[in-house]
């Protein structure tokens, strides 16, 4: 905190394309075969299709140095979600995420899911509740902070975990985020989980309704598009308050 002239100025912490893991931070994905082979793994679920190893190519960075992972396993093809999504081998509660995305052609179709359960839409094009950064089906696409095609996005993002007591929900999972360094979302809680069994934690339980106590990992979502990743990293936290916001 820095004072000026007896007013408090919080400095916020850096997002945005490029912002660089912080101290205490783990490293997901830095551009190698050699670390998606180590902290990823195919999430089995029930239409799993793939085998490991992981098909997801390591290609060029079509816009910077170095290199990304393709999301467009042959598992995958005709947008058949959950046939070859990928997800961290380590399980989360509360965290502060970083993501950055680029979607080579129109349409390009992916997904970031908290705890393996929450979606947070990738999609080009899209500008409805089910489209491009909403928190699916739950909040409006701010799709205004979209870079677009062609370019590389960047989600920031600190989620809180849902809280139970003897067994049932009394908090709900609840994130902050923003886009492309813009804030979009604040304090936001999360309902359910949606897309069905397919999709991923808890979507099969009571309509995706029967979220439970179970931590999980970061997943990302093959549909059958080239969808680039890079520069994922995450810092976990404890989260004692129902507050997100920073």
């Known amino acids: 905190m820095v004072c000026l002239s007896g007013l408090s100025a ?10 660089k893991p912080p101290k205490g931070a783990e ?15 195919y999430w089995e679920g029930p239409r799993l299709a793939a ?12 816009a910077g140095r170095g290199t990304v992972m393709n999301t467009n396993d042959p598992a995958a093809a005709g947008g058949k979600y959950g046939s070859a999504d990928i997800v961290t ?13 680029f979607i080579t052609k129109p349409g390009g179709n992916s997904g970031v899911y908290l705890q393996n359960r929450y979606e947070i839409q990738v999609l080009d094009g899209d500008t409805t509740s089910h489209g491009m950064a909403a928190v699916i089906n739950e909040t409006p696409s701010p799709y205004f902070a979209y870079n677009g095609v062609g370019k590389w996005n960047a989600y ?26 813009q804030k979009v979302h604040t304090n936001q809680g999360i309902n359910q989980v949606w897309g069905g069994p397919n999709s991923g ?25 080239d969808v680039l ?11 004692k308050e129902p507050k997100t916001d920073f």
Do not use: C
Request: aromatic share 12%; hydrophobic share 40%.
């Open 10 to 19: 919080y400095v916020k912490e850096p997002v945005g394309v490029g912002t």
């Open 27 to 41: 490293v997901l994905f830095d551009g190698s075969r050699e670390m998606l082979d180590a902290k990823w793994t």
């Open 51 to 62: 085998k490991l190893p992981i098909k997801w190519a390591i290609e060029k960075d079509p």
């Open 89 to 101: 081998k380590k399980a989360f509660r509360d965290f502060r995420l970083h993501i950055e995305f």
């Open 156 to 181: 920031d993002i600190t989620f809180r975990a849902a809280r139970f007591k003897d067994g049932k929900r009394v908090e709900k999972a609840m994130l902050t985020m923003y886009f492309n360094g």
């Open 201 to 225: 934690i808890d979507g099969g339980n009571d309509g995706g309704k029967g979220i439970t106590d179970t931590p999980g990992g970061l997943k990302l979502q093959a549909e059958g598009h």
């Open 229 to 239: 990743y890079r520069n994922i990293w995450i810092k976990e936290l404890d989260l």
